[in-house]
């Protein structure tokens, strides 16, 4: 039997649609089902019925601003991959409710975790276990969270930030039925029976252009000067156009924090606030960033895929900002016939999350 299963369904009524992914999966003895869903259904019935279509099965998942699955990338739909028990040697899943107050969040989780592997997270083999992070994509609070992560542990936590099709008002996250929304996160840890990779892949080249944010409010994500210079007109300045066609289509302009060519950190920017400009991801005062030249999406994801070898199954947290791209380019389905018929769940993001906050990425749980 497949140790990973996935199931999907566009059914309008949200009952019905469970239902179906029910059915879907029924033949897998399984010891969680991970699921995506769109946030046009009622968060009260998904959690709810969720829990009762696989009692006795942990159920984990989030709203979403676009569901993925194998040759079909869209909206409207509940998306799930069912993990067979014999597919993981451990699996624990704990709710973080106050990330933007609770400082020891993290801790808290982590000693839980401890508990029942009797071991220490800062010692846990990192090639053997692998963390899942799912947070409220309107929390703020990603580069704190992924921080203390980093600060407990060597384990990897990919994921990315729930969304809400871009409405930027309230997203959802699921666990055994109960529904969590403000300031929430999700953290399981799991040691996959057959190992695992961590993918992060990004379409960019690093350009020459260079600039420095000189006043910050990192609280609100929103650069005030660049270069001691009004921010919005002088980031548009350094891509050479100008600030009405910058606010016209300002997601095709991107930087990032540069460590090599093929090492960086997205951030995009987002809205011009009496010419201050926000972004998506923090921004640090003093930490320069550097202009990123979007290149072709689908072929390299596809070569970076590639590169990683066989695997049995694959979890994408894809940037919301990058399914758009691809919507716009009419390239969705192409991009998810990339996982050929590797069994492949995702969900387009509001962030995406490894060793990092970061946006116009990928960032994808490879089990083997």
Known sequence: MDKFKIAHSDLKDAAEAVKSIKGQLADVDACMI?????????????GREM??????????????AGEMINNRMGANSIVAMAFCKSSMKFLQIEV??????????????????????????????????????????LSGCEEKLNDRLG?????????????????????????????YSSNAAILALMEPTNGFKVLKTQSFSVTDKKIMPTKVDEERRMVIEFDGKP?????????????????????????????????????????????????????????????????????????DLQKCGEV???????????????????????????????????FATYGESYIGHMNMTSTMLLLK
């Not at 991970?34 to 046009?40: D, E, G, H, Q, R």
């Not at 030249?293 to 072929?299: G, K, L, P």
Request: charged share 25%; net charge negative; proline share 4%.
């Open 96 to 137: 973080l409710e106050n990330i933007n107050a609770d400082t020891e969040d993290v801790a808290k989780a982590f000693k839980s975790f401890e508990k029942s592997l009797g071991e220490p997270m800062k010692t846990l083999d990192p090639m053997k276990y692998v963390g899942l992070v799912i947070i409220d994509g």
């Open 312 to 346: 049995k199954a694959i979890v994408d947290f894809c940037c919301g900002f990058r399914s758009l791209d691809l919507t716009n380019k009419n390239r969705l389905k192409e991009y998810s016939e990339i996982f050929g018929d590797v069994p492949t769940v995702g």
């Open 34 to 46: 991970l699921f995506f869903v769109s946030p046009t259904y009622p968060p009260d019935v998904i």
């Open 231 to 303: 921010a919005a007109e002088t980031y548009a300045e350094m891509f050479g156009i100008s600030l009405e066609e910058f606010e016209k289509n300002h997601q095709a302009y991107h930087v990032g924090v540069v460590l090599d060519e093929r090492h960086y950190f997205v951030r995009s920017p987002g809205n011009i606030v009496d010419g201050a400009l926000t972004f998506f991801c923090s921004v640090k005062e003093g930490l320069e960033l550097t202009a990123l030249q979007m290149e072709d999406i689908v072929s390299g994801t596809r070569a």
């Open 151 to 179: 600060n407990h542990t060597n384990v990897p936590f990919v994921g990315g930030s729930a969304g809400d099709n871009f409405e930027f008002k309230c997203t959802y996250m699921f666990v055994d039925g109960k529904v």
């Open 51 to 64: 829990a009762a279509a696989f009692a006795g099965i942990r159920t984990v998942g989030c709203t979403t």
